[in-house]
């Protein structure tokens, strides 16, 4: 089965800096899904960034890109220029594609960001 | 252009009681998927619909809960005879019917069951 794995449960940065979170996942597929939701306080699910198994290069979005080594199985999520507003709950998830699969997410345990003033 | 709305967004329950979580998907959107985000946890898969059809139900406890996405109006996920360990956050995602396997779901903002 698949699972992923965010092994930060907090993390803090300071304004305008720039801060990495960890996401580890476990899959025997070759083709699938990446992606990093955020979750502010009000709970509405954000989707940050997505990435493509099948494509070497690493997803970008304005201030936020993913380090995807397939290989390690590891997909980053690096925030640069830290704002107030990335303060949130951000969320790994996986999803397998291909073979009747469903668009159904695995998600992993979270990382609290606290960006600080 | 509306997107996943879910109601309420707050939900009390004494125990015993049945709850019931309604979830409107983005205009268009035929595929319904609910999800469960224990205190301190991330999001758990519970079920798949589509349109009068359960697709991926593999998430769900096997008794007291049941969904549904009928032809005509919002899927509605209930909880019979709700216990304390049923307080989370449930929330529900829609894609599109045309590139349900390629495209992001869309979530909503989900709805808090207490249960007292």
């Known amino acids: 089965a698949q699972t992923v794995t965010q092994s930060q449960p907090e993390m803090s940065v300071q304004e305008a800096e720039t801060v990495t979170l960890s996401c580890t996942y476990d899959?025997?597929?070759?083709?699938?899904?990446l992606f990093w939701y955020k979750q502010p306080p009000s709970r509405q699910m954000i989707l940050v960034i997505r990435q493509e198994a099948y494509k070497q290069q690493n997803a970008t979005e304005n201030r936020f890109s993913v380090n995807f080594q397939k290989a390690a199985k590891s997909f980053s999520l690096k925030i640069s220029d830290s704002q107030l507003g990335d303060a949130a709950m951000y969320f790994c998830?996986?999803?397998?594609?291909?073979?009747?699969?469903?668009?159904?997410?695995?998600f992993g345990t979270g990382t609290l960001l606290a960006v600080q003033p | 252009n509306a997107g996943v709305m879910q109601n309420p967004r707050h939900l009390v329950r004494r125990r015993g009681q049945e709850a019931r979580l309604r979830c409107s998907p983005v205009?268009?959107?035929?595929?319904v998927y609910w999800y469960r985000q224990l205190p301190e946890e991330g999001l758990k898969f519970m079920v798949y619909l589509q349109k009068e059809n359960i697709i991926d139900e593999s998430g769900m406890p096997k008794e007291r809960f049941s969904a549904e996405f009928p032809k005509e109006g919002p899927s509605i996920l209930r909880i019979q005879q709700v216990v304390r360990g049923d307080s989370a956050a449930y929330f529900c995602a829609s894609s599109p019917w045309d590139r349900p396997l390629n495209t992001e779901a869309f979530f909503g903002q989900g709805t808090r069951l207490t249960v007292v």
């Open positions: 899959t025997s597929e070759s083709d699938y899904y």
């Open positions: 998830a996986y999803r397998k594609v291909g073979g009747g699969a469903t668009n159904k997410l695995i």
């Open positions: 205009k268009g959107h035929s595929h």
